[in-house]
T-cell receptor
Framework: DAGVTQSPTHLIKTRGQQVTLRCSPK?????VSWYQQALGQGPQFIFQYYEEEERQRGNFPDRFSGHQFPNYSSELNVNALLLGDSALYLCASSSLSWTGELFFGEGSRLTVL | GENVEQHPSTLSVQEGDSAVIKCTYS??????FPWYKQELGKRPQLIID?????GEKKDQRIAVTLNKTAKHFSLHITETQPEDSAVYFC??????????FGTGTRLTVIP
């Protein structure tokens, strides 16, 4: 049973560029949440997708957008990258009948130069 | 909005001693309080959780206590081992199917 998988694991971009990160949820899960974890900080909630729609959103600008596909996989897009967007981006999956636990992927480490 | 204060930010203990990490929060809607462990370069993983109808929960060397009236919950690790060294995050669910995390505690267990 595959857990949550994310790609790419590492990437480097320059300011102003755009990036797309990908996530496949754990088998049996239908809800995907994205978190940003800056160095030395706790994960910060970006948004959550269920049934291909954004259900909830944290305090992030519109430069951060996402998508969920019919197979429950998800993408996180960030436009007009800023230096401050450098972070570990974590995907977490759960089911709508949520028992509480979030299953995290290993993350995508984005460096913006 | 949600606010979670986690203390201490760093904690060093001798192997075999106990470690306690405390979180205080302001959102009264939360009814689920998990603790996650994140080893260096790894994903956060759930180690223990507690719901608002329970005051304490234990799992071997790990325990969590919750005081909803005072709005704080704590992680207790007894008989610490070097493999307990990691960053620990408390979290709560602000009335929705997502988690709001604390700022983390870096625990170092000295052999």
């Amino acid at each position: 049973d595959a857990g949550v998988t994310q790609s790419p694991t590492h990437l480097i971009k320059t300011r102003g560029q755009q990036v797309t990160l990908r996530c496949s949820p754990k088998s049996g899960h239908d809800t995907v949440s994205w978190y940003q974890q800056a160095l030395g900080q706790g994960p910060q909630f970006i948004f959550q997708y269920y049934e291909e729609e954004e259900r909830q959103r944290g305090n992030f600008p519109d430069r951060f957008s996402g998508h969920q596909f019919p197979n429950y996989s998800s993408e996180l897009n960030v436009n007009a990258l800023l230096l401050g967007d450098s972070a570990l981006y974590l995907c977490a999956s759960s089911s709508l009948s949520w028992t509480g636990e979030l299953f995290f992927g290993e993350g995508s480490r984005l460096t913006v130069l | 909005g949600e606010n979670v204060e986690q203390h201490p930010s760093t904690l060093s203990v001798q192997e075999g001693d106990s470690a306690v990490i405390k979180c205080t929060y302001s959102d009264s809607a939360s009814n689920y309080f998990p603790w996650y462990k994140q080893e260096l370069g790894k994903r956060p993983q759930l180690i223990i959780d507690i719901r608002s109808n329970v005051g304490e929960k234990k799992d071997q060397r790990i325990a969590v206590t919750l005081n909803k009236t005072a709005k704080h919950f704590s992680l207790h690790i007894t008989e610490t081992q070097p493999e307990d060294s990691a960053v620990y995050f408390c979290a709560l669910n602000p009335g929705a199917n997502n988690l709001f995390f604390g700022t983390g505690t870096r625990l170092t267990v000295i052999p």
